[in-house]
């Protein structure tokens, strides 16, 4: 009888191998919740963030047990997969880039080799981020619009259906801009470009100058 207890004991107390369901956790903010208001609200950022990115971990973790994918990195699971599974692994991705490259106290201008390649592509950085407003406000649907670097070195602008991210095509992400509706209905309704033209208030482009940077 002792040795039936001490076995359902060591049974019931046995660690669950959760390890292809946790591989992914959610990261933290680099700000707080408020930090970035007027421009985007605590509301927002805490819907966005603690719902829908959060969300997109838990299902990722969920799709990919007992798949190939299961032992794979983030972008290796965007690069080889495709339905369900690439959709959230991207949207983890993409958020985790959006929410790094924000800043309560943001740089406002790029500098050096960066702001260089954007005076080389797009004429200035005034005429770079009017094109990627227009992009961004016309994009139908959901979706990603994104500063690339391609793959001749050039800077483009390029607009992503749903979760589309530029890797898939070779090429380098440096900012991104999300214009599915869950990022800006709480605080500007469907004024999709009135959001667009807040979020320049927001980008640090130390950051992204530094994604242009690394090699």
């Known amino acids: 009888m002792n040795t039936l207890i001490v076995s359902l004991f060591l049974f019931l107390t046995m660690p669950t191998d959760t390890t292809t369901q946790t591989r992914f956790t959610v990261r933290e903010l680099p700000y707080a919740y408020d930090a970035l208001a007027p421009h985007i609200s605590e509301e ?14 838990d299902k990722l973790n969920e799709l990919i047990i007992d798949t190939p994918h299961a032992t794979q990195p983030l972008e290796d699971i965007i690069l080889s997969s495709d339905g369900p599974i690439f959709n ?16 309560p106290t943001p740089q406002q201008q790029p500098s050096g080799a ?22 961004a ?25 749903n979760a589309g991210n530029p890797l898939r095509h070779g090429m380098k992400p440096l900012l991104g801009i999300d214009v599915w509706e869950h990022a800006y209905y709480i605080d500007y309704r469907n004024r999709r470009a009135d959001s667009v033209a807040a979020l320049w208030n927001c980008i640090d482009w130390k950051i992204v100058g530094e994604r242009y940077n690394r090699k």
């Not at 927002?44 to 971990?57: N, S």
């Not at 406000?137 to 259906?161: H, M, N, P, Y």
Request: hydrophobic share 45%.
């Open 114 to 135: 960066f702001k260089e390649a954007i005076d080389r592509s797009f004429g200035s950085f005034a005429q770079m981020k009017a094109q990627m407003s227009k992009a």
């Open 88 to 103: 959230n692994a991207a949207q983890v991705w993409n958020h985790e880039f959006f929410f790094d490259q924000l800043s």
């Open 137 to 161: 406000a016309g994009l139908f649907g959901s979706g990603w619009v994104w500063l690339v670097e391609d793959k001749t070195g050039r800077l483009a602008i390029v607009s992503e259906q």
């Open 44 to 57: 927002t950022m805490r819907y966005h963030h603690d719902k829908h990115y959060a969300g997109y971990v």
